[in-house]
């Protein structure tokens, strides 16, 4: 059974960082592309980054290039978001996916943001 | 970037009805498109890839079909728990874009 579990999300002031991790089990993580997707309070999904099963190649949206880092650790099955300069419009649940197509998604991690 | 806009926004209906949601991309997409379900509180779910590929363990009253930029999600015999939330999201090129999401909801 694939399972993803996320952490590290937490309440954080605005201009703060934080890293969140995504553990995944259940399936041979090494060959999968793996996404990062959040959802604002009562909002719709939003595509955050992809990053290819080598760690190589990483896609961004647009509007969060730059604060936003996608990585993987292929040996430690795990899969990470370092986010920089957090707004207040960063609050959301945080999921990590697997494919692109979002064939397995964990249960996400809340980040809110506020002073 | 690709738009994908999802008709309607939501919708009521009745246990045992059968429902059609509409998907639409701003351009062509061939068939690299993916419907979800979010239940409250809980995370999404894959239910189809591909347009009108199956996702496994996927019940057979969820299909799918289109290509290009029209693509729709049928749900037949609506069941209690189908009241949910749907997205569809297309993975033809980056950005990966949703659309706004179909919320249906109990008559």
């Known amino acids: 059974e694939v399972l993803l579990v996320e952490s590290g999300g937490g309440l954080v002031q605005p201009g703060g960082s934080l890293r969140l991790s995504c553990a995944a089990s259940?399936?041979?993580?090494?060959?999968?592309?793996l996404s990062w997707v959040r959802q604002a309070p009562g909002k719709g999904l939003e595509w955050v980054a992809s990053i290819n099963q080598d760690g190589s190649e990483e896609h961004y949206v647009d509007s969060l290039k730059g604060r936003f880092t996608i990585s993987r650790d292929n040996a430690e099955e795990s899969l990470y978001l370092q986010i920089h300069s957090l707004r207040v419009d960063d609050t959301a649940v945080y999921y990590c996916a697997v494919d692109v197509s979002g064939s397995h998604w964990g249960q996400g991690t809340l980040v809110t943001v506020s002073s | 970037d690709i738009q994908m806009t999802q008709s309607p926004s939501s919708l009521s209906a009745s246990v045992g009805d059968r429902v059609t949601i509409t998907c639409r991309a701003s351009?062509?997409?061939?068939?690299?498109l993916a419907w979800f379900q979010q239940r409250p509180g809980k995370a999404p779910k894959s239910l189809i890839y591909?347009?009108?590929t199956l996702q496994s363990g996927v019940p057979s009253k969820f299909s799918g079909s289109g290509s290009g930029t029209d693509f729709t999600l049928t749900i037949n015999s609506l069941q209690p728990e189908d009241f949910a939330t749907y997205y569809c999201?297309?993975?033809?090129?980056?950005?990966?874009?949703f659309g706004g999401g179909t919320k249906v909801e109990i008559k």
């Open positions: 351009q062509g997409i061939n068939n690299y």
């Open positions: 259940g399936f041979t993580f090494n060959t999968h592309y």
């Open positions: 999201q297309h993975y033809n090129s980056y950005p990966l874009t």
């Open positions: 591909a347009a009108s």
